[in-house]
């Protein structure tokens, strides 16, 4: 059958504007999958510009669509930036990473000390940060009247692609899958969690965990007289008050995410280096230094004792 040279998959389809807010020039796909740039076509039969058109496996299209919903979520970052520092003040010690496409800041303990390091490792990775961000929602405690922190965690739970039995020809059978995914992250609100206070200060206990916990978040209270300090945690060890990094103790250091007012920052630790990291540009200079000064607090944590 002959093939139809006005042929067009994407008839109907109106392009939408690139990253640079620029419409990309006119273009039909044949059906061959070559893209056809009609500003440059000589001729129905004999395309001056012939391109492959673009596609994408399951898994690149899941790490996309992973990369545009937190682009949406917090806004599109700069340019990559990876560990370069930030001289937010001469107190602050961060840097800056790229993760799924947006940038985040890092604020680090300055008094870490590698040689007394515990070496331990939690943090956050894209599938994580994207899971919390989409369920920050079930954990935002913005009624005024509301008295007590929430929380969640994230579990990581397989899924079952094993096939039952089937009993018609090989030739009927459906094609097994190519490289699924063996498991998901779903988040999981902790019902009734073990709730203290210290004068205004409002805190939680998770308890025991389910198996397959890999992150743990909360949210504090946004307002009404319990009203938090943006995402600032509380230290005060005198008042049994340990912050927001206890989750990062132990031989199985878990990230504790904080969401505050719609933002989420993630406490987490690097080879025993307590830090904290929230979207780029999402917290007050308050908030930072605040965090910073916590930091170089709990620190003393994670550090190992030296004979």
């Known amino acids: 059958?002959?093939?139809?040279?006005?042929?067009?998959?994407?008839?109907?389809?109106?392009?939408?504007?690139?990253?640079?807010g620029k419409m990309p020039?006119?273009?039909?796909?044949?059906?061959?999958?070559?893209?056809?740039?009609?500003?440059?076509?000589?001729?129905?039969?004999?395309?001056?510009?012939?391109?492959?058109?673009?596609i994408l496996s399951w898994d690149e299209l899941d790490?996309?669509?992973?990369?545009?919903?937190?682009?949406?979520?917090?806004?599109?970052?700069?340019e990559p930036l990876v560990d370069l520092p930030l001289f937010l003040s001469d107190k602050v010690s961060g840097t800056r990473k790229r993760i799924g496409g947006v940038d985040y800041d890092v604020i680090s303990a300055n008094t870490y000390d590698p040689a007394r390091s515990n070496?331990?490792?939690?943090?956050?990775n894209a599938d994580m940060i994207a899971t919390m961000n989409a369920d920050k929602r079930q954990i935002a405690v913005t009624?005024?009247?509301?008295?007590?922190?929430?929380?969640?965690?994230i579990?990581?739970?397989?899924?079952?692609?094993?096939?039952?039995?089937?009993?018609?020809?090989?030739?009927?059978?459906?094609?097994?899958?190519?490289n699924p995914k063996s498991d998901m992250l779903y988040s999981l609100p902790v019902i009734d969690p073990e709730t203290k206070k210290r004068g205004r200060a409002s805190t939680l206990r998770f308890g025991k965990l389910s198996d397959g916990t890999v992150a743990l978040g909360h949210g504090h209270i946004d307002k009404g007289p319990e009203q938090s300090d943006g995402v600032i945690d509380v230290?005060?060890?005198?008042?049994?008050?340990?912050?927001?990094?206890?989750?990062?103790?132990?031989?199985?250091?878990?990230?504790?995410?904080?969401?505050?007012?719609g933002r989420v920052g993630w406490h987490q630790l690097d080879n025993g280096r307590v830090q904290f990291m929230y979207p780029s540009g999402l917290l007050s200079k308050h908030e930072v230094d605040a965090i910073q000064a916590n930091l170089d607090k709990q620190q003393r944590m994670f550090q190992r004792k030296i004979p």
Do not use: H
Request: glycine fraction near 8%; charged fraction near 30%.
């Open 155 to 178: 579990i990581r739970l397989p899924i079952d692609f094993r096939g039952q039995f089937d009993n018609r020809p090989a030739s009927e059978k459906n094609l097994p899958l190519t």
């Open 63 to 78: 790490r996309k669509a992973t990369e545009d919903r937190l682009a949406k979520l917090v806004g599109e970052g700069a």
């Open 119 to 124: 070496g331990r490792t939690g943090i956050p």
């Open 1 to 20: 059958m002959a093939k139809d040279p006005n042929y067009d998959r994407y008839a109907g389809i109106e392009s939408s504007p690139g990253l640079d």
């Open 235 to 261: 230290w005060d060890p005198s008042q049994d008050l340990y912050g927001d990094v206890e989750s990062l103790l132990g031989d199985n250091p878990m990230p504790m995410a904080t969401v505050s007012n």
């Open 25 to 54: 020039p006119p273009f039909r796909v044949d059906e061959d999958g070559n893209v056809i740039y009609r500003d440059r076509e000589t001729g129905l039969a004999q395309p001056d510009r012939l391109a492959p058109a673009e």
């Open 143 to 153: 009624d005024p009247r509301a008295i007590d922190e929430a929380a969640t965690r």
